[in-house]
């Protein structure tokens, strides 16, 4: 096997120690950074990504596979860079207001950044103004929203509702999920996309930002 496809092999099993000093080795081989991210790295976690859509993967394998990505990236993204290479959009990731679940935000952080994205995952408990600010001081494309409680999910309307009093709604793609949000919720309250996994959410919102 290439060090290439190793680093996409060892990324699915979670060896973040092999991750980085392969992603090194290959950087020490004069391989391109961008074939280090895109067929090392993101491939690797879109396997992992695509196994836990179809429930052959589980939270953990996930959460250990997207440690090793981040290890990587820490060696590859001074590289990345120097040689300017353009994220595929920005997106700002947060659960909403009052709510401190973070498991399944975390995920979606994860797979937004293993399908390209530059992310900015500002925590939980978000509030609507900080959710607007963050992506007006990042220049994001998405804004992402996640909620794990019923008595949370209004608060990612009252973000819609501030985007539109701003007069920003039409700059931003909205995005919605978590275990209580659907699609007829998320139309209710004029969201963009509702996705029901972290998965999903990276594929829809990577189609939805090339499409604009
Ligand atoms: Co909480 N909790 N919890 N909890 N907790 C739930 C959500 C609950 C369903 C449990 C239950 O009663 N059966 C219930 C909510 C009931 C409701 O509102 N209908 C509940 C409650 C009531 C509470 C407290 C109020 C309990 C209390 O204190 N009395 C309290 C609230 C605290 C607060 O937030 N203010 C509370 C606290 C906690 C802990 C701190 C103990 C802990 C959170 C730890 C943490 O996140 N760091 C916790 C946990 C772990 C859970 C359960 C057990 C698991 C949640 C989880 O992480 N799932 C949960 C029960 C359950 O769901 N079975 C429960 C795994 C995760 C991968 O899934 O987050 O759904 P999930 O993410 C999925 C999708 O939803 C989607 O992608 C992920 C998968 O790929 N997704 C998105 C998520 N966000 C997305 C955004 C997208 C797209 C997809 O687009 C932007």
Partial sequence: ???????????????????????QQALDENEDPKVIL??????????????????????PEVL???????????????KLVEIGNEP???AVIGTVKGDLHDIGKNLVAMMLKG???????IGVDVAPETFIEQAESMG????CMSALLTTTMPNMEATLNLLKEKGLRD??????????VNEKFAEQIGADYYTPDAATCA?????AVSER
């Fill in 64 to 78: 250990v596979a997207a440690r090793a990505l981040n290890a990587g990236l820490t060696i590859l993204e001074p």
């Fill in 115 to 121: 399908v390209g994205f530059e992310v900015n995952d």
């Fill in 140 to 143: 994001a494309d998405l804004i």
């Fill in 38 to 59: 895109n067929e090392g790295l993101l491939a690797g976690m879109m396997v992992i990504g695509e196994k836990f859509k179809n429930n052959e993967v589980f939270v």
């Fill in 171 to 180: 700059k931003y793609i909205v995005m919605v999920g978590g275990a209580p």
């Fill in 1 to 23: 096997m290439s060090t290439i496809q190793d680093i996409s092999a060892f990324l699915q099993k979670g060896r973040s120690k092999n991750v980085k000093a392969l992603v």
């Fill in 203 to 207: 594929e829809v919102a990577k189609k």
């Fill in 88 to 90: 595929v959009g920005k």
